[in-house]
């Protein structure tokens, strides 16, 4: 356990404020001088790889400027890149940059199966660590007290972890899992040995490990949580209700996991006691009546969860986080705004495409793209990236929409990922994985192909439900077994998918039986009601629920499997 207010935290607390400050104005200094950094950035990521198989490829030796650049390197997707990221998995030296990468990035297969992205140290040391103090500097700007003792700072944003996979010799995990700290600029803040960030000896599952995080702040004067999806803080609110007998528990004899860790609190424990007997259940606001400061993501597809939040968190301010992938930082918060922070022009070279609804995926095999400082306000962007880690002019596959100016720098949301159709709480489902699973799961169980289509339905928690244009020649016991083969199917296809289901952030799947000819029908009445027909497309995996009610309000269900 930390010792509240001891020496050696407060070193640590002076030492990581300083950091947090120094990188926070550097970010802000971006937004008047934003030219010289990009001129630095480019620099450091072409002329230091220059004589990389892949800057010899491209004549790195030769460019000068970011025209320059442009002309000789084309846009990539992941798949472009894959034959060199392979190269690298092999054991070539000197693929897409310098220095060799000491890990492989997970991504969560939102377009397929899971990408490896190479992370270099340098990459980590002079951008990934900086970006993250000058978050938390942002933060400490206008909540200074997140700082006042070891306490008051739940930070859910990584977990010290061993790889638990391996590509060959290379570590393959996601970004939010870190073993060790490079040190120096790389983030590291005085938490970072604490008992619930370091599960490099423990093997809790995801429920136990937000327990244990309770277990530990309980009783503390908590005045910030920060959390990647605002559903972990329902699941706080889950955890604190379902398991507070335990709780109440533990706090009384002073252990966890039937192990005297803590000092023995009876007071504390008949007073959370009596919270139960008044409320019901114990809330959050009543166990830390202090919290200032939620930072979550603020996307308009997690809008459920963020409605329900106030209540459950009353005078709570909501900021949002950084914003990006695995594969590169796109936004950072650099003030209270509450939906978006600017783009981070301290990370790399963004290039950016305009969006069109007709035509998503930009069909030119190199298409012009536009600066930051030629955007306009209320646009919607393909964003395409450079970065230290070898990825060059890379389609990250996010949308991001223009809300305003920081100085001459754009501040940017996040709208939703390219050719991504749902995603409650970081599953991110494509139409061709829903297609693809459904597909999986009739051949599974001997059933024909028939007309289906997926609605994501908000509820707590969400789950997807198919209508399924299924005949009377199908038996009831394949389409009772349809539900479980499709989400078998589709967590094969999409780790997250299967990770949310596991641990209670979705619920499973719902199939509901119309009869042939329903969506047909449907396509008909629109058409008769003046719709351009050409346009009433049939999608497999819908963007939200109007179809879906429109069938349940006609009563065309005839039966519903869970």
Known sequence: MLILNSENWIKKRNKFIDK????????????????????????????????????????????????????????????????????????????????????????SGTTGSSK?????????????????????GAYGKYFPQLWDHPYATLDFLWERELPKDFIGKIPHQGITNREISLGKTDFTPPWYNAPWVDFTDDSSGFMERIYL????????????????????????????????????????????????????KPELSARLEKLVQKDGILLPKSVWPNLDL??????????????????LFPDTKILPLLTGSTEAMVTCPVDDHP??????????????IPHDDENPDFSEENPETLSYDQLTVGKIYNVI?????????????????????????????????QGVYSSFNGEKLTETQVMDAFQAALG????????????P??????????????????????????????????????????????????ARSVVKQVAPGTFQDNWNAKVAQGACAPQLKHHFCQKETSLLEEIESAGLVIETFF
């Open 20 to 107: 947090c400050r120094i990188c926070h104005n550097e970010l802000l200094k971006t937004c008047s001088e934003p030219d010289a950094v990009s001129a630095q950035i480019l620099s450091d990521c072409v002329s230091r790889n220059r004589e990389t198989d892949f800057g010899r490829r491209h004549n790195f030796g030769q460019i000068k400027t970011l025209t320059d650049y442009r002309r000789a390197v084309p846009i990539h997707q992941y798949a472009d890149l894959e034959p060199w990221i392979q190269q690298i998995l092999e054991g070539k030296e000197r693929v897409l940059t310098v220095d060799a990468p000491y890990t492989m990035l997970k991504t």
């Open 457 to 506: 339905v908000w509820s707590n928690p969400p789950r997807y439900v198919l209508i399924v244009e299924a005949g009377s020649g199908w038996p009831v016991s394949s389409m009772a077994g349809l539900p479980k083969e499709f989400d078998l199917a589709l967590g094969y296809l999409n780790s997250e998918y299967e990770a949310r289901i596991r641990t209670g952030r979705l």
């Open 385 to 417: 990236t450079t970065q230290a880690n070898g990825l060059y002019r890379y389609d990250i596959g996010d949308l991001y929409q223009v809300v305003g100016y920081h100085g001459r720098v754009p501040r940017l949301a996040f709208v939703r990922r």
């Open 213 to 264: 995080r309770i277990r530990h702040f309980i009783g503390q004067n908590l005045r910030m949580l920060a959390v990647i999806q605002p559903n972990r803080l329902l699941l706080m609110v889950q955890i604190l209700s379902d398991m507070a007998e335990r709780l109440i528990e533990d706090v009384h004899n002073g252990e966890l996991c039937g192990k005297p860790l803590f000092e023995p």
């Open 294 to 311: 939620i930072a979550c993501w603020k996307s308009k597809q997690l809008g459920l969860y963020l409605e329900q939040i106030p209540a």
């Open 339 to 352: 939906e978006a922070g600017i783009l981070t022009l301290t990370q790399g070279i963004y290039e950016f």
């Open 444 to 455: 599974q169980l001997g059933l024909p192909s028939v007309l289906y289509s997926c609605f």
């Open 116 to 136: 490896a992205i190479p992370h270099t140290a340098h990459w980590r040391y002079r951008y990934r660590g900086p970006i993250i103090y000058a978050l938390w």
